[in-house]
């Protein structure tokens, strides 16, 4: 990948750690049990990135390894020149099994460490077996466990060095402040989503005040999720294909993809497109040799509807709930 239209190519976190801006997400679930992870990983890697996006819910992280492993072997990659991220899972944030649920990580990516370690969501799940959402009666079992309690058990993974830096998901203004008040350590990442249809100033605005760096998730608003994802009409056209991006694009002689990812690097807010296609793949790096002008950036900016595409509404009922 080139550097050119001065665009920085990395993200310094408030531990001094280097971010790639521009990552791979790894979240396809019905993508499940086959090797097509595999192969879109090491696509990706192939192309150039080296921050891929994971986690222990998203239950491919022994594919993810694989690729990786394969890059290493073949020599196109060494350990140290990626940048790996994996989350705690919700129904891993008791004090006793947070350290499994990183372990179980990372023998599955089959790593020592992991640079950058998140808590998914601010929500505990009951732990029953290993569903993910585990339920009764029709109903999500959560928990009353504080997510700051959960920041001190990732305070004690980063001094073990399995982790390199820590950080959040999901977070709000408000929960960022809770934790920032008795973190010892404070977080160095928020992942959230993030796109024109859901642009967040006052969450960004405030990141960039505590030295929070911002990485941008379902950038394309996830118009692959899982249909229990989906809305139907409320919903709003994909992204991908609104007609205000669409003449950016054009103006630009680019994607609409291109223009969404773009948004994203010229604000410094790193960045995790996912796809299985090799072409998308490719075209998703080629984000570095143009640059949005204020008008564009208003424009995209002008779409917003605080419209979001992951939303857990079972969940909605509990006080850390982060979407109400
Ligand atoms: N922290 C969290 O709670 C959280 C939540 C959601 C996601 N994430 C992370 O963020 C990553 C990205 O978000 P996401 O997977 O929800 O959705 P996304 O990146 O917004 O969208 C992915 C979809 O866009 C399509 N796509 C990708 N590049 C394209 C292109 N150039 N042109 C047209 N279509 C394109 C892909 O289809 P093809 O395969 O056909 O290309 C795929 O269906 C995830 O994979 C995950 O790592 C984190």
């Given at each position: 990948?080139?550097?050119?239209?001065?665009?920085?190519?990395?993200?310094?976190?408030?531990?001094?750690?280097?971010?790639?801006?521009?990552?791979?997400?790894?979240?396809?679930?019905?993508?499940?049990?086959?090797?097509?992870?595999?192969?879109?990983?090491?696509?990706?890697?192939?192309?150039?990135?080296?921050?891929?996006?994971?986690?222990?819910?998203y239950?491919?992280?022994?594919?993810?390894?694989?690729?990786?492993?394969?890059?290493?072997?073949?020599?196109?990659?060494?350990?140290?020149?990626?940048?790996?991220?994996?989350?705690?899972?919700?129904?891993?944030?008791?004090?006793?099994?947070?350290?499994?649920?990183?372990?179980?990580?990372?023998?599955?990516?089959?790593?020592?460490?992991?640079?950058?370690y998140?808590?998914?969501?601010?929500?505990?799940?009951?732990?029953?077996?290993?569903?993910?959402?585990?339920?009764?009666?029709?109903?999500?079992?959560?928990t009353?466990?504080?997510?700051?309690?959960?920041?001190?058990g990732?305070?004690?993974?980063?001094?073990?060095?399995?982790?390199?830096?820590?950080?959040?998901?999901?977070?709000?203004?408000?929960?960022?402040?809770?934790?920032?008040?008795?973190?010892?350590?404070?977080?160095?990442?928020?992942?959230?989503?993030?796109?024109?249809?859901?642009?967040?100033?006052?969450?960004?605005?405030?990141?960039?005040?505590?030295?929070?760096?911002?990485?941008?998730?379902?950038?394309?608003?996830?118009?692959?999720?899982?249909?229990?994802?989906?809305?139907?009409?409320?919903?709003?056209?994909?992204?991908?294909?609104?007609?205000?991006?669409g003449?950016?694009?054009?103006?630009?002689?680019?994607?609409?993809?291109?223009?969404?990812?773009?948004?994203?690097?010229?604000?410094?807010?790193?960045v995790?497109?996912?796809?299985?296609?090799?072409?998308?793949?490719?075209?998703?790096?080629?984000?570095f040799?143009?640059?949005?002008?204020?008008?564009?950036?208003?424009?995209?900016?002008?779409?917003?509807?605080?419209?979001?595409?992951?939303?857990?509404?079972?969940?909605?009922?509990?006080?850390f709930?982060?979407?109400?």
């Amino acid at each position: 990948m080139e550097e050119r239209a001065g665009q920085p190519r990395t993200i310094e976190l408030n531990d001094g750690s280097r971010m790639p801006i521009l990552g791979f997400g790894t979240w396809k679930p019905e993508a499940i049990g086959s090797d097509m992870y595999q192969r879109a990983v090491e696509a990706a890697i192939a192309a150039g990135y080296r921050h891929i996006d994971t986690a222990y819910c998203y239950g491919i992280e022994t594919e993810v390894g694989k690729a990786i492993q394969s890059k290493i072997q073949q020599g196109i990659i060494r350990r140290q020149d990626m940048f790996i991220v994996s989350k705690l899972w919700c129904t891993h944030h008791a004090s006793e099994d947070i350290p499994v649920c990183l372990n179980t990580s990372l023998i599955d990516l089959q790593l020592d460490y992991l640079d950058l370690y998140l808590m998914h969501f601010p929500v505990g799940l009951k732990k029953m077996g290993d569903d993910l959402f585990p339920e009764k009666d029709g109903k999500i079992l959560t928990t009353d466990i504080d997510y700051v309690n959960v920041w001190k058990g990732l305070e004690a993974l980063k001094a073990t060095g399995k982790v390199k830096s820590i950080g959040v998901s999901n977070f709000t203004i408000e929960q960022l402040e809770r934790l920032l008040y008795v973190a010892k350590i404070p977080p160095a990442v928020n992942q959230v989503e993030l796109h024109p249809y859901l642009v967040q100033s006052d969450l960004i605005d405030y990141c960039k005040s505590k030295n929070i760096a911002l990485t941008a998730h379902s950038p394309f608003g996830s118009p692959g999720r899982p249909s229990e994802h989906q809305r139907g009409d409320m919903d709003p056209r994909t992204l991908l294909d609104d007609p205000v991006v669409g003449d950016i694009a054009k103006k630009h002689k680019r994607t609409p993809g291109q223009v969404l990812l773009r948004y994203h690097i010229q604000q410094s807010i790193a960045v995790i497109p996912n796809s299985m296609k090799p072409h998308h793949i490719l075209e998703n790096t080629k984000i570095f040799d143009f640059t949005l002008d204020e008008e564009n950036m208003n424009a995209l900016r002008s779409l917003n509807r605080g419209w979001r595409a992951c939303i857990i509404p079972q969940l909605e009922p509990h006080p850390f709930y982060p979407f109400k």
